[in-house]
């Protein structure tokens, strides 16, 4: 035992060092006077870039300036606030597509609802916990509260689980491994083991299924209508082929609303043969989820509730920022199985019970409280204004495809079931794939507006995707111009 007085000594000793370090490590704390200076400076930038946000440039090619972030390392020093902004809107905002902007057609938009970046706000500086109950009984709450209210838009029974994902990747992933469970295969069985979908299903289910292990599982390309929808008869007929031949039918991936050209597959008739021949029908309703809040949509959306898992992400058809999907699992019970794991470092979380914990239906523990930014934003417009905003996406893509099936030389894809237009225009000599090419390198150079392209039985097509919250009439006007135009000097 050493002696007490050697001990104070040493203490002393560490309280001499403890001072200097507090001192310095104090600087991480702000005072109250320089936060409210800093959330101004913050404020402003954003409010900026918000006025300026109609007339901004929504595409802008520049792959060198961003380089120059790598000139300012970050090291020992503090650097004012007002320079890190100005290498924000220098080396960030401008370049490349501008996903806030209503002229964001490309892809699958969804624009970043403000109130959804102050629940960040709010989350952030409480940093509340909303892995375990036990931490934060009221934020697992709000949690739960969002998955049983898209379990309600869904359709789907009380015995759900769900969670809410970075994005629909990480749901669907998450999907795939609880049907791989719930079917208790393993790696004997994967080569035996069959899976169908279209051509058309978006590639974060291929990537799903190889990252859950299931690289070797058969995969199915169902033949699809001219409308790129899975036939069902042909489902049927690839799984009676497939049990003669002594393989095992898994799992149908349908789509609802395909990225492509927004397609959703004929889900009733799927479920049907799902229910018959007992497979795990997943959805990827990641893009088209959300439309089941508007009337257009309800009547495409027929039959959600049939399947046995869903995927639907927020950062789109709720128009939330970046970095929100969601998984719902109809035998939530599988979800658990899936997710669910025990240690003794936890052991006081498991005494709390009210309700089940995040945690334990995802490949998260400490996790985001995506929640919040979901919420808040749901509360403070009430559901009315989503429904209008989801409507409005459903018709302005009619619109549009009007307009274009009116114009010579366009032809139209499918008639949109949901929010995307397909189309191409075909030039009066020379290949059309090479015009379309150039024609979307066009609307990438000129970037009042923003459009992506896509290849279909080797065919270059262009198409409008049509989601965000700020696309209105006015928006799609504009498109059609800019389009018009870069034909037209194509043409030339
Ligand atoms: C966007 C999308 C995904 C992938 O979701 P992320 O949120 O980008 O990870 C999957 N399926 C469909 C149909 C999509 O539109």
């Known amino acids: 035992m050493t002696s007490s007085s050697s001990n104070s000594s040493k203490a002393k000793d560490l309280k001499n060092l403890l001072?200097?370090?507090?001192?310095?490590?104090?600087?991480?704390?702000?005072?109250?006077?320089?936060?409210?200076?800093?959330?101004?400076?913050?404020?402003?930038?954003?409010?900026q870039y918000l006025e300026n946000l109609k007339e901004a440039t929504v595409y802008y090619r520049d792959y060198e300036r961003s380089k120059t972030l790598f000139d300012h390392p970050i090291n020992e020093e503090a650097v004012d606030f007002n320079h890190l902004l100005t290498l924000y809107k220098d080396y960030v905002e401008k370049d490349g597509l501008n996903a806030a902007s209503g002229g964001h057609l490309g892809y699958i938009?969804?624009?970043?609802?403000?109130?959804?970046?102050?629940?960040?706000?709010?989350?952030?500086?409480?940093?509340?916990?909303?892995?375990?109950?036990?931490?934060?009984?009221?934020?697992?709450?709000?949690?739960?509260?969002?998955?049983?209210?898209?379990?309600?838009?869904?359709g789907f029974p009380e015995t759900t689980e769900g969670h809410l994902a970075s994005g629909g990747s990480m749901a669907s992933l998450s999907a795939i491994v609880t049907a791989r469970d719930a079917y208790e295969l393993k790696g004997a069985d994967f080569a035996?083991?069959?899976?169908?979908?279209?051509?058309?299903?978006?590639?974060?289910?291929?990537?799903?299924?190889?990252?859950?292990?299931?690289?070797?599982?058969?995969q199915r390309?169902?033949?699809?209508?001219?409308?790129?929808?899975?036939?069902?008869?042909?489902l049927k007929a690839q799984i009676e082929a497939d049990r003669k031949e002594g393989l095992k039918p898994w799992m149908v991936v349908g789509s609802a609303g395909?990225?492509?050209?927004?397609?959703?597959?004929?889900?009733?008739?799927?479920?049907?043969?799902?229910?018959?021949?007992n497979l795990w029908l997943h959805l990827d309703a990641?893009?088209?989820?959300?439309?089941?809040?508007?009337?257009?949509g309800q009547e495409r959306l027929k039959g959600l509730d049939q399947a046995d898992s869903i995927v639907m992400d927020p950062h789109k058809g709720l128009f939330l920022p970046y970095g929100t999907g969601a998984l719902l699992v109809k035998k939530g019970q599988y979800l658990h199985q899936s997710h669910?794991?025990?240690?003794?470092?936890?052991?006081?979380?498991?005494?709390?019970?009210?309700?089940?914990?995040?945690?334990?239906?995802?490949?998260?523990?400490?996790?985001?409280?995506?929640?919040?930014?979901?919420?808040?934003?749901?509360?403070?417009?009430?559901?009315?204004?989503?429904?209008?905003?989801?409507?409005?996406?459903?018709?302005?893509?009619?619109?549009?495809?009007?307009?274009?099936?009116?114009?010579?030389?366009?032809?139209?894809?499918?008639?949109?079931d949901l929010s995307v237009v397909l189309f191409r225009y075909v030039p009066e000599s020379g290949d059309p794939d090479d015009f379309n090419a150039r024609l979307i390198q066009a609307v990438?150079?000129?970037?009042?507006?923003?459009?992506?392209?896509?290849?279909?039985?080797?065919?270059?097509?262009?198409?409008?995707?049509?989601?965000?919250?700020?696309?209105?009439?006015?928006t799609m006007d504009q498109a059609y111009e800019v389009l018009m135009e870069k034909v037209e000097e194509l043409e030339d």
Request: glycine fraction near 8%; include cysteine.
């Open 19 to 47: 001072t200097p370090l507090e001192k310095t490590a104090k600087q991480l704390e702000i005072s109250a006077p320089n936060r409210q200076s800093i959330f101004d400076k913050a404020v402003a930038y954003t409010e």
């Open 109 to 154: 938009p969804g624009g970043g609802l403000y109130p959804a970046a102050l629940g960040d706000f709010i989350a952030d500086v409480t940093n509340r916990y909303a892995g375990v109950f036990f931490a934060n009984p009221g934020a697992v709450r709000m949690e739960n509260m969002m998955i049983r209210w898209m379990r309600d838009l869904v």
């Open 192 to 218: 035996n083991t069959v899976v169908y979908m279209t051509d058309q299903v978006h590639h974060a289910i291929h990537k799903a299924l190889r990252i859950g292990g299931l690289g070797e599982v058969v």
């Open 221 to 234: 390309a169902v033949p699809m209508d001219e409308g790129y929808r899975m036939i069902p008869k042909a």
């Open 258 to 277: 395909t990225t492509d050209v927004g397609a959703v597959d004929p889900i009733e008739g799927i479920a049907e043969i799902t229910r018959q021949q």
């Open 286 to 296: 990641a893009y088209g989820g959300f439309f089941l809040l508007c009337e257009s």
């Open 340 to 416: 669910y794991y025990k240690a003794a470092y936890m052991q006081d979380a498991d005494e709390a019970s009210g309700e089940i914990s995040p945690s334990e239906l995802s490949p998260e523990l400490t996790k985001h409280f995506r929640g919040l930014r979901m919420w808040l934003p749901l509360k403070l417009f009430g559901l009315k204004a989503f429904r209008a905003a989801l409507e409005e996406k459903i018709q302005l893509a009619r619109y549009f495809y009007e307009r274009l099936r009116n114009t010579t030389g366009i032809e139209v894809g499918p008639y949109p």
């Open 444 to 474: 990438h150079e000129d970037g009042r507006i923003f459009m992506s392209s896509t290849t279909i039985e080797g065919h270059v097509y262009l198409r409008a995707a049509i989601l965000s919250f700020r696309t209105h009439l006015a």
